[in-house]
């Protein structure tokens, strides 16, 4: 089982995307859901994170700006995020930890006019 994640593209300075991360086949549900993200030549950094009950954490550079959510029945992570600048241009990535834990494979944002 591999986690897929989408939505990510080009957009302007300002503008809005939505990503989404969900499992290829049946798993066991996540005790806890992240976005990660890694910018050219920089490490990877927590952007978000949710619990099973709904909890969430923010780097304070996405706060409020960004809204994580996830669906439990589906198994499915989100990540709205509005207000976009050049500097949230990396690769996002999903994780999701419990029984077992899985990566994604990443998702491209590109933020630039």
């Known amino acids: 089982v591999q986690l897929q994640a989408s939505g990510g593209g080009l957009v302007q300075p300002g503008g809005s995307l939505r990503l989404s991360c969900a499992p290829s086949?049946?798993?066991?549900?996540?005790?806890?859901m992240y976005w990660y993200r890694q910018a050219p030549g920089k490490q990877r950094e927590l952007v978000a994170l949710i619990s099973n009950l709904g909890s969430t954490q923010y780097v304070d550079s996405v706060k409020g700006r960004f809204t994580i959510s996830r669906d439990n029945a589906k198994n499915t992570l989100y990540l709205q995020m509005n207000s976009l600048r050049p500097e949230d241009t990396a690769v996002y990535y999903c994780?999701?930890?419990?029984?077992?834990?899985?990566w994604g494979q990443g998702t491209q944002v590109t933020v630039s006019s």
């Open positions: 994780r999701y930890s419990g029984r077992r834990e899985y």
């Open positions: 086949g049946s798993i066991f549900s996540a005790a806890i």
